[in-house]
Nanobody, 124 residues
Framework: QVQLVESGGGLVQAGGSLRLSCAAS????????MGWFRQAPGKEREFVAA????????YCADSVKGRFTISRDNAKNTVYLQMNSLKPEDTAVYYC?????????????????WGQGTQVTVSS
């Protein structure tokens, strides 16, 4: 059974940093893409970033480009989201997700497996 477990959320002041982790287990992920999505209160869940397990290709939403970095540690089966220069509008529940194949990586509907989410709150 696939499990994705996020950690690392919390409360931070604007301009600060956080690193989220997503520990994946339950299958081999070599042909998978791991993504981060976020959902703010009253808003749709939106794509943040993604990375391919096999070769580490990364994808980022324009809203976080230059501030957020996604990476992976294959040995630990863990994906990270380093978030710098955080803004109050980054406040959301952040979800880790997994999909097969490196196409439509920003499409929420393509992701089969989801974690429970971790809250990130950025105060002004």
């Amino acid at each position: 059974q696939v499990q994705l477990v996020e950690s690392g959320g919390g409360l931070v002041q604007a301009g600060g940093s956080l690193r989220l982790s997503c520990a994946a287990s339950g299958r081999a992920f070599s042909s998978y893409v791991m993504g981060w999505f976020r959902q703010a209160p009253g808003k749709e869940r939106e794509f943040v970033a993604a990375i391919t397990w096999s070769d580490g290709n990364t994808y980022c939403a324009d809203s976080v480009k230059g501030r957020f970095t996604i990476s992976r540690d294959n040995a630990k089966n863990t994906v990270y989201l380093q978030m710098n220069s955080l803004k109050p509008e980054d406040t959301a529940v952040y979800y880790c997700a997994a999909k097969y194949g490196d196409y439509d990586v920003s499409a929420r509907r393509e992701y089969r497996y989801w974690g429970q989410g971790t809250q990130v709150t950025v105060s002004s």
